[in-house]
Structures are given as C-alpha cells and as structure tokens.
C-alpha cells in the first residue's frame, strides 16, 4: 500500500474502551442487519451499553431474535409503532419495568417512511395524506417518542438523544422529495428539543449520514446513484459504513460531547462540503 494512501477503512477502531459502561439506551429502527440502527447497537453495545432493542413487525422481530447473538449481552426486546399510540405507552411501561432503578441514557432514533410512489418523480405530486404520513413517521415520532421516555431520563439524571438525518433535507436530491422535507422538519425539531430538554440534561443531535445500502435507501429511486458519486467526488472518496456511524454515535451518546447539543453531525465521507457545481 502506498504511503499516501490514508484510508479511513484503515482507522476504524473496533477496540471497545467503555465509554458508555453504567449507561441505558434505547435504539429504534433495527430491520436487519444493514440497518444503520444496527450498526449503532452494536457500537453502543461494545462500549458497555445496556440496550433496548424495538422492532415494528413481527418480520422484523425474527430479522433480530436472529441477530441478538452476535452482541454482548441479551437486549430488552419489544415492538414498537410509532404511529400507533397504545404501542409507544406499552413501550415506556416495558422500560419503566425493566429498568425501574437505572432510568434512561441514551434513545437513538433511527427511523423513517415514506410511501414508495413518493420517493420517485415530482415532489409537487406528493398527495396530502403521503406528505402526513411522511412527517408523521419520519420527523414527528421524534417528539412524540422522546416526550414519552422523559420520566426514563429524568431518572438516569439526564441523557443523550439521536436521530439520524440526510443532506436532502436543504439540497434538493432528485427523488428524495417528500422525505427531504421530513428531513428538514427533523433537523428543526433536533433543535427546538436540544432547547426544550437543556435544562433537563438532556442533549438532542443529529447525525447526517451519507448513502448506506438499506432497506429504507432502497425505498428511494435511483439511490444507489448517490453511492456512486461519494466514491467519484467526496474529499474521502470511500463510503461510509454503518461501524462508522455506530462509532458517531458513541461519542454523541458519551459523556466525552457533554457540550454538544442541537447540532448536525455529518458522517458522510465530507461529501456536503462540496460545491454543487463540482459535486
Ligand atoms: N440509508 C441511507 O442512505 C441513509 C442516509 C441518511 C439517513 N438515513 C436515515 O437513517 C435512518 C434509518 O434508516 P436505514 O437506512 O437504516 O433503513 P432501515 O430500513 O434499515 O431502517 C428504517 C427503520 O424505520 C422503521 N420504521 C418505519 N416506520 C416505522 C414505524 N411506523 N414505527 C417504528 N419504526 C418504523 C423500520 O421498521 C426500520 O427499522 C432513517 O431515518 C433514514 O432516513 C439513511
């Protein structure tokens, strides 16, 4: 190998240093193992986490009774439906059983969904009841699910929340449409939360990942176009991984970002730096 060759694939640290050990947290949106929701389980799940796991489909819960052995430990396991209120109140009744005495750290919300015949053509085609649904799954279940774990955090003393957001939420990425304004209602609501939750010692950040091979991406027409481009032109030219953003995660769930709230953090091979007319 060349010596100027600096490939991020050869600094990825899997060493676990316990950086969360003693700490709870909560991950939605695990469907299969190249969930991004995955990749941040078992990150968190390395640095000594003890963690909560939900599916929304019994499909799903046999994708991760499947994969629950290559962790650490057993996860909590329980199903939940954002859209479905009666869901999220068992889900908090679940935790507040399971971990009466802890409370909650960390909630890592890594969810979103748009109806496919959405995520292709005109945006200016989006119906009324796809655009709700859109937001409704993929930005407001943000509040929602956080408002309902509060009594959970204020029990650990405070704690960490992340979401997971993307670039088209203020560039326009032809097909992303409907799920590019999700995103950017998303962004907003990371911020107004980080101010709501402060004083509580809770810290609210996003992370802006660039294009992963997921059920979710596969959603999107013409995604794998974006894959293309990061190896093409982004300043890293390597694609991200899911480690990598488990490893993100890691520090925003850590006492080591204990001043960072209400931020974006991109992880995206530097690609949102570039010029639109270069990029
Ligand atoms: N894959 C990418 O390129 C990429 C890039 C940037 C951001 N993201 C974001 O990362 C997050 C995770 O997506 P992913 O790419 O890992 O795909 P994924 O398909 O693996 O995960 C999406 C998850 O959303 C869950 N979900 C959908 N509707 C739900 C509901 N009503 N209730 C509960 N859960 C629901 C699904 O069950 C699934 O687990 C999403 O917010 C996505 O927008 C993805």
Redesign the pocket.
Same mark, same amino acid.
């Given at each position: 190998m060349n010596a100027d060759d600096h490939s991020i694939s050869q600094k990825r640290g899997e060493a676990s240093v316990g950086l969360l050990t003693g700490k709870t947290a909560v991950v939605?949106?695990?469907?299969?193992k #190249?969930?991004?929701?995955?990749g941040i389980a078992k990150a968190l799940d390395r640095e000594g986490a003890t963690l909560a796991l !939900?599916? $929304? &489909?019994e499909h799903?819960r046999d994708n991760l009774e499947k994969m629950r052995g290559e962790l650490s430990q057993d996860p909590v396991t329980a199903r =939940?439906?954002? =859209?479905?209120a009666d869901?999220v109140r068992t889900f908090r009744e679940t935790l507040e059983q399971q971990w009466s005495d802890r409370g909650l750290s960390i909630l890592v *919300?890594?969810?979103? *969904?748009a109806r496919r015949e959405d995520l292709a053509g005109r945006f200016v085609d989006t119906s009324r009841d796809g655009f709700l649904h859109a937001l409704e799954?993929?930005a407001y279940?943000l509040p929602r699910v956080t408002r309902a774990l509060l009594p959970l955090f204020a029990k650990a003393g405070g704690g960490s929340v992340i !979401? %997971? !957001?993307? $670039?088209g939420s203020d560039r326009v990425v032809p097909n992303y449409n409907v799920?590019g304004v999700a995103?950017a209602a =998303?962004e907003s609501a990371t911020r107004y939360l980080a101010y709501d939750l402060g004083r509580q010692g809770i810290r609210v950040n996003a992370?802006? +990942?660039?294009?992963? #091979? &997921? %059920? +979710? +991406?596969a959603?999107v027409k013409d995604?794998s176009s +974006?894959l293309h481009r990061v190896e093409e032109r982004a300043p890293i030219p390597e694609n991200i991984t !899911?480690d990598d953003l488990g490893n993100a995660a890691v520090f925003l769930a850590s006492d080591w970002s204990r001043g960072v709230t209400g931020q974006i953090l991109f992880v995206d091979s530097g690609m949102h730096i570039m010029g639109g007319y270069l990029a």
């Amino acid at each position: 190998m060349n010596a100027d060759d600096h490939s991020i694939s050869q600094k990825r640290g899997e060493a676990s240093v316990g950086l969360l050990t003693g700490k709870t947290a909560v991950v939605i949106g695990v469907a299969n193992k #190249r969930s991004i929701a995955w990749g941040i389980a078992k990150a968190l799940d390395r640095e000594g986490a003890t963690l909560a796991l !939900t599916y $929304q &489909t019994e499909h799903f819960r046999d994708n991760l009774e499947k994969m629950r052995g290559e962790l650490s430990q057993d996860p909590v396991t329980a199903r =939940l439906d954002v =859209l479905d209120a009666d869901s999220v109140r068992t889900f908090r009744e679940t935790l507040e059983q399971q971990w009466s005495d802890r409370g909650l750290s960390i909630l890592v *919300h890594s969810i979103a *969904h748009a109806r496919r015949e959405d995520l292709a053509g005109r945006f200016v085609d989006t119906s009324r009841d796809g655009f709700l649904h859109a937001l409704e799954v993929s930005a407001y279940s943000l509040p929602r699910v956080t408002r309902a774990l509060l009594p959970l955090f204020a029990k650990a003393g405070g704690g960490s929340v992340i !979401t %997971l !957001t993307y $670039q088209g939420s203020d560039r326009v990425v032809p097909n992303y449409n409907v799920m590019g304004v999700a995103k950017a209602a =998303l962004e907003s609501a990371t911020r107004y939360l980080a101010y709501d939750l402060g004083r509580q010692g809770i810290r609210v950040n996003a992370i802006s +990942a660039g294009p992963v #091979r &997921t %059920l +979710a +991406a596969a959603g999107v027409k013409d995604s794998s176009s +974006a894959l293309h481009r990061v190896e093409e032109r982004a300043p890293i030219p390597e694609n991200i991984t !899911t480690d990598d953003l488990g490893n993100a995660a890691v520090f925003l769930a850590s006492d080591w970002s204990r001043g960072v709230t209400g931020q974006i953090l991109f992880v995206d091979s530097g690609m949102h730096i570039m010029g639109g007319y270069l990029a």
